[in-house]
């Protein structure tokens, strides 16, 4: 007689999965959201544009997002200072996207007592250079600047103000609104500094009919003018930290501003502020 041979175990079932209940997928719902609106809202801020000083191109009303990490930087010096050798001096500001360039709308604190709103500008004039004004046009470092985004020549300056804009110093930028007539810019307050810009404005979300990117010009010619500024990416963060390695194995240090043009702080106070952006004619 064959031994009994015992039933082999059958599987035992799995445990009935527990559905979520309604309460717990809204809250998860929420909180995704707000997960959500934090990442954007660490990128983008919404602006609303009050006044004429942008017109033709920006309009009282228009609603517009503001990239307010557009000039994000760092100081390649403490990269370089965590490597062994001689400790370098001061900051070597880098910016790894682009800095501010000739035609960026931005968005910032205007040097003014008092002041109760952003401005909204056009950048006109960088570090280094000369801005002046005559027979209704712009000149940059003596040359016109050819802006087909304006009427024609409508740029003047008045004697109070400031008709000769320049050398510009390394951390500030020149800004002009659109409605040269009708808007208060360093024409009256002088330089802006790159420390307080909010950011830049890329994309306009009503009204409807002017949803889409904001256009960036292109300047031309050849008795104009174009944009000058330079920038310094990612890849020559290596180059840099590869350089100071060689630095240190010959004993040498580098000075400042040995790789980018321009000094730009990062300015992160923007969340905090009423988003209307004034024109300030």
Known sequence: MDPLVPDAEAPSPKPARRRRGPVREVIDTLLLAAVLYAAVRALVVPYGVEGASMDPNLHS?????????????????????????????????????????????????????????????????????????????????????????????????????ECELGPIPEDHVVVLGDNRAHSRDSRDFGFVAVDRIVGKAVFANWPIEDFGRLPQPEYGGSDAVGGLAASTGVGDLARIVLASVEDAGHGNTRGNGAVVDDVLTDHQTAAAREHVVSGAP
Do not use: Q
């Open 61 to 161: 009303g228009e609603r517009l997002f503001v990239n307010r990490n557009a000039y994000i930087s760092y100081d390649a010096n403490w990269f370089r200072n965590l490597l062994p050798g001689e400790d370098r001096a001061g900051a070597d500001i880098v910016y790894p996207f682009d800095g501010p360039e000739r035609g960026d709308i931005v968005v910032f604190d205007p040097p003014v007592p008092n002041p109760d709103k952003p401005y909204i500008k056009r950048v006109i004039g960088l570090p280094g250079e000369t801005v002046t004004f005559g027979e209704g046009r712009v000149y940059v470092d003596g040359r016109v600047l050819d802006e087909e985004y304006i009427d024609g020549a409508i740029t003047d300056c008045p004697r109070t103000g």
